[in-house]
C-alpha cells in the first residue's frame, strides 16, 4: 500500500506535488520519489520521509509543469533505495511512472522479461509493469497507441495497481485495474485562469491544494491529460469492482473520501456497528479508549451509543510511524514500545472499553493491553471494527502468510487470552458491509476468496520473499 499522485498544469506543479505527499506521507514512510518533466525528465528520489527528502534546493530542481509522486510501503521489495518509485523507461520514449498496488504475477513477468534480456534490475514489482507498458507502445505517439498498451496491461497484469505516469512532451496518464482494488482519484482547480488536473489515492491529497474532485477513475479505466490540458477517457475493459476494506478500515485518512464513501463516515458507521454487540454482551466498563489514531473515530461514537465517557487514555508520540506499515517485526515490536505513552489518571482502577482499527499480527494488541494493565487498568475489554483476519493479502498489504495472523492460527478466545484481555470482539463481516454501505468490495483476508485468482505456487513465492526481505531487516 502506497501513495501516488500525479497533476499537470501550465505552471510549475511542484508545490502541490510537495503538500499533497505529504498528506499521502501514512500511506508509505520507508522511501519517496518525485519525476518531473519540463523540456528533460528530472527524478530524485530518496530513502525517507518526504518532508526530509524534499527541501526548496531539490523541488526547485525540479521545477516543471508535470510531476508524478510517491511515498512507498513495500510488499515486494527491500531495499529502500533501488525499489523506490517512480522507474524510468526511454524506449520507445521517455516515460516515468508510479504505482499503488501489488503484481500478483510479478515473479512469472519478471522471469519472462529476463529471458529476453535483463531489464528488470530491481525487486520493485513496478518496474515489471512498466516494461510491459512500453514494449506495447508505438514509436509514433497517439493516445489511441498510449490506450492500447494500457489494455495490453490489463490484459497481462495481474493484481492490484492504479497507476500514473508522464509521457515525455506529452502529458499524464492515469489508470486503475479491472477491479480498481486500489483508489485512484481524480480532480481539477482553476486559478487565475490557470487549469491544473491532478490524480492521487486519497481525495485529501488534492483537496489540501486546493483541487475539486470530479470522480474515482472506475475499474478498468484510463485517463490521459495532454500539455494543453485536455482530457480524454475510456473504459478499456469491462470491470469488475471489487474495492480493498481495509482502505477504509486503516489505510486512508479520515478526511479523504474513496469510491463515494467518506472514510470519517465509513469509520462512525463501524463504531456504531460495535455498541450494538456491546449492548448485547451485559458487560459493563467505565471508559471508552481508542489505541490511536484511527480507531478514534469508532470509539467516539461507540462511548456516544453506550453513554460511556471517551477519554485519551493512550498519547501517541507524534514522531513515532505507523507501526503497521514498519518493515520488519523488530522494528514494529520497537516501535510500539515507544509509539503509545498512557495517562493514569484515566486508566488507574477502570475497566476499560479499548477500541483499536484491526488485530492482524497480535503483537501490538498484546502490549496495549499489558500496558493499560501495568498502569492500573482492572479490566481490559477489546473491541476490532475490523473482522478477523485469517488470509494472507496479495494486493498491496504487508499480510503474506498465514503463519503472521493470528486469527488463522487461534480461535477467538484463545487470541483474548494471548493478548491477556478480558474479553474480546470483532465486528462480524455483514457489520462492515453495513458500515461502508456497500457490497463491492475485497475482503479477500476476511474470507479467503479471492478477486484475482492466487496459485499456490504464487502464494509460497510470495511467502518465501517476504520471509527473506524481513531477515534482511533484522
Known sequence: MCGIIGIISKKDVLSDIFVGMLSLQHRGQDSAGILSFNEKMNLIKKEGLVGNIFSEKELSELKANVAIGHA???????????????????KPYEIGMAHNGNITNYFDLKKEQNSETDCVVSSCDLEVVLNVFAENLDENFSVKSLFFAVKKVFEKVKGSYSIVAVIKGKGLLAFRDPNALRPLIMAEKTVNGIKSVGFASESLSLTSTGHKIIKDLNAGEAVFVDSDLNVVSEVLVKGNPTHCMFEWVYFSGAESILDGLEVYTARINLGKELAK?????????????????TSRTAASKLAEEINLPYREGLIKNRYIGRTFIMASQARRENGVRLKLNPVESEIKGKDILLVDDSIVRGTT??????????????????????PPIISPCFYGVDMPSKKELIASQMSVDEIRKHIGADFLFYNSIDALKKALEREDLCMACLTGNYPVAIPKKTETEFEKTRKEEQEKQR
Open 277 to 293: 454487540e456491546w449492548k448485547k454482551t451485559g458487560l459493563k466498563a467505565d471508559v471508552v479508549i481508542p489505541v490511536p489514531d
Open 72 to 90: 512507498r510501503y513495500p510488499t515486494i521489495g527491500s531495499d529502500f533505495l533501488v525499489d523506490a518509485q517512480p522507474f524510468m523507461v526511454s
Open 365 to 386: 494488541s498484546k502490549k496495549i493491553v499489558k500496558l493499560l494493565k501495568d498502569n492500573g487498568a482492572k479490566k481490559v475489554f477489546f473491541l476490532s471494527t475490523c
